[in-house]
């Protein structure tokens, strides 16, 4: 038995590739399986090659797996682009319609099965995701009736009747293809999963769930991949809250809405991806200068332009943190895996309102719409901190205004919700005095830039970078982000059987930079090797500007809109630790 293993299924967008991987792995699920799932799709609604990746395992997973056990082919180019990943033995079930054929040089076992034939016996070929599905279950060996619970709870909206003919076309597609191969591959069968419940979700879900649970009741955002799931997330449940999602008609129009009613005291935010935080810079430079508290999602994707919307980058850095004209504090975090888009989207409220300023929550495409697993959410590690809002303010003898933006040490001025008596003051996107009045007295406006920049100078964040590091003199530091680290830790594992010592460091707090936690961990190690999704090493720049030690910084950038495979990794660390410790990897018989 194996304790890990790789299925792909691939065909045209809009046959039935998503569904099927739905249902398979939600079955998975059930039975308890770690699960990593990597979707490659078209940026058109029909038509065109799309294909689903998931590794299982029984152990905890955040990488996509180099090679591949089984294929499942809707077509011919599904056996053309992914047969290359199929290990020696691996196995390719093949809708027979097509007559399908394996490439030259591929070391496959063929199952030809009827897939598109046996849905239309059944009524309708839409059921054939249902015939595929089984066929793989089958294979595995695993048990049916977990799987066909799984479709009942698919399907159990349109009624027993479709319930029972997706189970019979499961159940076709499992006998056919047991009888060609002559029973469950006895070498793909899955070592038992430990039977505990996980969430399976995606990252856009858990950023979802981590506005509600922070108290967001205000969503105003315009669809764009791939972002959109956030939206839809939260107009299911928003309104089972009091709260509300509006579309907007453009990201101007959702980024100052959402400035508005964050004004107003409603907990709000909006998510987009690279071309939509273009259009809303001016803006955020209006919530730097008022001081008004605002979430913003960037799920970065491949740019510039409309670019690679459906594939992955990481080539947003430079305009999160340098985007908006002129000067104003701001914090952008970047988690890296699904538990923290939920915590750090929770704690990313309590910085803005904390701060008064806005907070962006950067991911990447692969961490958004990635599927995996994750250990069930603690709710009670959820805190709401609304800063300094004040109620009660006294009356005044006179007429002045109250001010808003007073001269304070830290930086942080009072905030007061609109209609609070005593709380009127004068809200402007122009330099102003303490109560909001325009205003462009040079000594004024010093005062006021220093008061707002100050504000993140004792910024405390949770984790600003994720360290592991076992060596005192590591002959690598490996520095990622986001979406990276499980196959950073996946390499890392080949680097060690190599004799080679590695660090690895996930920034998570990209602006202000966490200089004093980066500083030390490169001043120890030999090489840097900084990898990232992007053509110009944004974040190795980043890092440069604010930690120095050029000349041990090495780029490993993959900006053709695939992630980093682990092997890729490896092989272009084992390249960075130079010449002197491949020869002492050799002296030690290492290699």
Request: proline fraction near 5%; include cysteine; hydrophobic fraction near 40%.
């Amino acid at each position: 038995m194996i304790s890990q293993l790789s299925w792909k299924i691939g065909g045209q967008q809009g046959e039935g590739v998503e569904s099927t991987d739905r249902i398979f792995s939600t079955a998975l699920n059930r039975l308890g399986y770690y699960l990593y799932g990597y979707r490659h799709f078209s940026s058109r609604i029909k038509g065109g090659h799309t294909n689903n990746k998931i590794r299982i395992s029984t152990k905890p997973i955040r990488a996509i797996s180099d090679d591949l056990d089984i294929l499942v082919a809707f077509d011919q180019e599904s056996i053309d682009l992914n047969a290359h990943e199929l290990r020696s033995g691996g196995v390719i079930v093949a809708d027979a319609k097509f007559n399908p054929t394996v490439p030259e040089g591929v070391d496959a076992r063929l199952f030809p099965v009827p897939i598109t034939s046996i849905a239309e016996e059944l009524g309708t070929s839409l059921m054939k995701n249902m015939v595929a599905s089984g066929a793989s279950w089958a294979l595995l060996g695993l048990p049916l009736e977990v799987f066909n619970k799984a479709v009942e709870e698919e399907f159990g909206r349109k009624g027993p009747a479709i319930v029972e003919k997706n189970i019979e076309a499961v159940k076709r597609g499992a006998d056919f293809v047991l009888e060609l191969a002559g029973g469950p591959l006895e070498e793909f069968k899955l070592e038992p999963a430990d039977g505990k419940q996980k969430l399976f979700m995606i990252g856009n879900e858990a950023i979802g769930l981590g506005a509600v649970a922070a108290g967001c009741r205000i969503m105003s955002a315009y669809p764009i991949t791939p972002a959109s799931e956030i939206m839809e997330y939260l107009i299911k449940k928003l309104p089972k809250f009091g709260g509300t999602v509006i579309q907007t008609e453009d990201e101007i129009a959702a980024i100052t809405m959402a400035i508005g009613s964050s004004y107003a005291g409603v907990r709000t935010m909006t998510a987009s991806a690279g071309p939509g935080l273009s259009l809303m810079m001016e803006a955020i430079g209006l919530a730097g200068m008022t001081e008004t508290p605002v979430v913003i999602i960037d799920t970065q994707r491949g740019g510039p332009s409309t670019g690679l919307p459906t594939k992955q980058e990481q080539s947003d850095i430079n305009a999160l943190i340098y985007g908006t004209h002129g000067e104003i504090p701001k914090i952008v975090i970047a988690p890296s895996s699904i538990e923290e888009c939920f915590y750090d989207t929770v704690e990313a409220f309590n910085l803005a309102d904390k701060y008064q300023v806005p907070v962006i929550v950067a991911t990447d495409l692969q961490l958004s719409l990635g599927k995996q697993s994750c250990e069930m959410l603690d709710f009670n590690k959820v805190t709401i901190d609304r800063g300094y809002l004040v109620k009660d303010i006294p009356d005044r003898e006179d007429s002045s205004m109250f001010n808003r933006y007073a001269f304070t040490e830290n930086g942080i001025s009072p905030r007061v919700l609109p209609g609070e008596k005593n709380g009127i003051h004068h809200v402007t996107g122009v330099e102003h005095d303490e109560s909001g009045r325009p205003s462009e007295s040079p000594v004024n406006r010093k005062k006021m830039m220093d008061k707002r920049l100050r504000k993140l100078a004792n910024l405390e964040v949770t984790n600003p970078i994720h360290l592991q590091a076992p060596h005192a003199e590591p002959d690598l530091l490996i520095i990622g982000m986001g979406s990276t680290g499980g196959t950073i830790d996946q390499a890392r594992i080949r680097l060690s059987e190599d004799g080679l010592k590695t660090n690895h460091m996930t920034v998570r707090l990209l602006h202000p930079f966490p200089t004093e936690q980066v500083l030390p961990q490169i001043e120890k190690a030999k090489k840097v090797v900084v990898l990232e999704n992007n053509a110009t090493g944004q974040l190795a720049n980043l890092i440069k500007q604010n930690v120095g030690y050029h000349d041990k910084i090495v780029n490993v950038l993959k900006y053709n809109g695939n992630p980093f495979l682990p092997s890729e990794v490896y092989e272009e660390c084992k390249k960075a630790a130079g010449k002197k410790a491949q020869e002492e990897l050799v002296k030690n018989g290492n290699v």
